[in-house]
């Protein structure tokens, strides 16, 4: 059974930074895609970044390109999400997931995901 558990969501001031983690289990980690997207209250889930199953391709959102890093560690099983200069409108639950895709085009798509994590909240104060 494929579980994902995020950790590190919290309370940041705006500015500031949290490191969000993704332990992953029950299939082989280094061979998937693995993303990351958020849902704010009211509004559909987003794609926020994604990592190929090698780390070598990354793709992010334009609202956080710059300030957010994605990166895997695929002897830990983890992918992070390391989040900078945090603003008030990145306050949302933060999800992984994991899935296939065959191109960075599709990192974007959550129909390529079939796995997701049950959510961590990030709350960014002004």
């Known amino acids: 059974q494929v579980q994902l558990v995020e950790s590190g969501g919290g309370l940041a001031q705006a500015g500031g930074s949290l490191r969000l983690s993704c332990a992953a289990s029950?299939?082989?980690?280094?061979?998937?895609?693995m993303g990351w997207f958020r849902q704010a209250p009211g509004k559909e889930r987003e794609f926020v970044a994604a990592?190929?199953?090698?780390?070598?391709?990354?793709v992010y959102a334009d609202s956080v390109k710059g300030r957010f890093t994605i990166s895997r560690d695929n002897a830990k099983n983890t992918v992070y999400l390391q989040m900078n200069s945090l603003k008030p409108e990145d306050t949302a639950v933060y999800y992984c997931?994991?899935?296939?895709?065959?191109?960075?085009?599709?990192?974007?798509?959550?129909?390529?995901?079939?796995?997701w994590g049950q959510g961590t909240q990030v709350t960014v104060s002004s």
């Open positions: 029950g299939r082989t980690f280094s061979r998937y895609t």
């Open positions: 997931a994991t899935g296939t895709s065959y191109s960075s085009s599709q990192y974007a798509d959550p129909h390529r995901y079939d796995y």
């Open positions: 990592i190929s199953w090698s780390g070598g391709s990354t």
